[in-house]
């Protein structure tokens, strides 16, 4: 199974590769690709911090990885993941519950090699950005390559929200052992504190024995049922307001409550033939948006909101009676016209 320490490391490469201008590209590219290939395992333990909107939360765990697709990460406020090529685990210690994923094998089959994946994303975005080396530094007792990244200009600051963009990657191994987001209201900082490359680790540390007395769950029992919006209505704490407004050709598809994730939220999902959505949540706990460049304020009727557009989808959201309510949708609607249905909610 995939971790995030992968995505993290493609993302590094990139940023690394653009710094070699002065080389082949189709070279650096191969070198990067051969470096990964000849990292088999690591052990490390990692320390992350991530600051928004006056709030702070620190963490740290260890993870151990084998190639292919063996995995474990052990979290200090006691959630466990654990995963190999025929089936992966997730245990919640606090609460006592376990969450188990089949099939993972048959899920990845298909996927590219991790090779693959590398060299295509280098290929991609080899030109997109603009990177500046400033310098080499010791983190985790590895010789790193300190580098900033920034969008060059023939590019759109949509893959990355952050204004700065910072990392340190291992010299020999290209993984990145620390990086640094940072944007006017958010930051987010992952260090290794330790690493180590390359050694034998325990086959028993990817399997997983089911505490007894654990309550156990599957990916299809987190699935949530299909409502109508009479039972969704049944199921809430608050008034779940109908659209009074629908654009032509959309219907409703179905409606989903979500009371486990402590925000006692609410969805109802149209669309119409052509695949085009519009999607309509309200939160009882309002959670704070990131303020991006591309957000404007609105009137929604008597109170105020936002109206954002990014990629392809559009977003509108308000808070009235201490709930959240958000309305997201495809491009094919105007922005007046989910504005206008975000009006005519009652």
Same mark, same amino acid.
């Given at each position: 199974?995939?971790?995030?320490?992968?995505?993290?490391?493609?993302?590094?490469?990139?940023?690394?590769?653009?710094?070699?201008?002065?080389?082949?590209?189709?070279?650096?590219?191969?070198?990067?690709?051969?470096?990964?290939?000849?990292?088999?395992?690591y052990y490390g333990e990692? =320390?992350?911090?991530?600051?928004?909107?006056?709030?702070?939360?620190?963490?740290?765990?260890?993870?151990?990885?084998?190639?292919?697709?063996k995995s474990r990460v052990e979290m200090e406020d006691g959630h466990l993941f654990v995963s190999n090529s025929e089936q992966s685990w997730s245990y919640d210690e606090t609460n006592h519950t376990v969450t188990i994923f089949d099939g993972i094998g048959e899920l990845t089959e298909d996927m590219p090699s991790e090779s693959e994946m590398i060299r295509n994303v280098?290929?991609?975005?080899?030109?997109?950005? +603009?990177?500046?080396?400033?310098?080499?530094?010791?983190?985790? +007792?590895?010789? =790193?390559?300190?580098?900033?990244? =920034?969008?060059?200009?023939?590019?759109? +600051?949509?893959?990355?929200?952050?204004?700065?963009? &910072?990392?340190?990657?291992?010299? &020999?191994?290209?993984m990145p052992l620390k990086m640094k987001m940072v944007s006017d209201e958010f930051t987010s900082e992952m260090e290794y504190t330790y690493i180590e490359y390359n050694i034998e680790i325990d086959d028993e540390l990817f399997h997983f024995e089911i505490p007894e007395g654990a309550k156990v769950q599957t990916m299809e029992d987190l699935m949530q049922e299909s409502l109508t919006l009479e039972e969704l209505q049944e199921t809430t704490s608050y008034h779940v307001p109908e659209l009074s407004y629908l654009p032509e050709g959309y219907e409703f598809k179905q409606a989903s409550y979500f009371g486990e994730l402590d925000l006692g939220m609410a969805m109802v999902e149209y669309a119409d033939s052509e695949g085009n959505f519009l999607m309509f949540t309200i939160s009882s706990e309002p959670q704070i948006s990131p303020n991006l460049e591309n957000t404007e304020l609105v009137e929604i009727g008597t109170v105020e909101g936002t109206y954002t557009k990014m990629y392809d989808m559009q977003f509108v959201s308000w808070e009235k009676d201490e709930?959240?309510?958000?309305?997201?949708?495809?491009? +094919?609607?105007?922005?007046? &016209?989910?504005?206008?249905?975000?009006?005519?909610i009652q």
């Open positions: 199974m995939k971790t995030l320490s992968l995505w993290a490391s493609l993302i590094a490469l990139v940023v690394f590769t653009s710094a070699c201008s002065v080389q082949n590209s189709d070279e650096i590219i191969e070198k990067a690709v051969e470096a990964q290939e000849n990292l088999e395992s990692v =320390t992350s911090n991530i600051e928004f909107a006056g709030n702070s939360e620190s963490m740290t765990y260890k993870e151990w990885n084998v190639k292919p697709n280098l290929t991609e975005m080899m030109n997109s950005n +603009d990177v500046v080396a400033k310098g080499k530094e010791t983190v985790a +007792d590895r010789q =790193t390559i300190h580098l900033s990244l =920034t969008p060059n200009e023939n590019q759109e +600051d949509e893959w990355l929200i952050a204004t700065e963009y &910072e990392v340190w990657v291992d010299e &020999e191994t290209y709930l959240l309510f958000e309305l997201t949708s495809t491009e +094919d609607l105007s922005k007046e &016209e989910i504005l206008q249905i975000a009006e005519s």
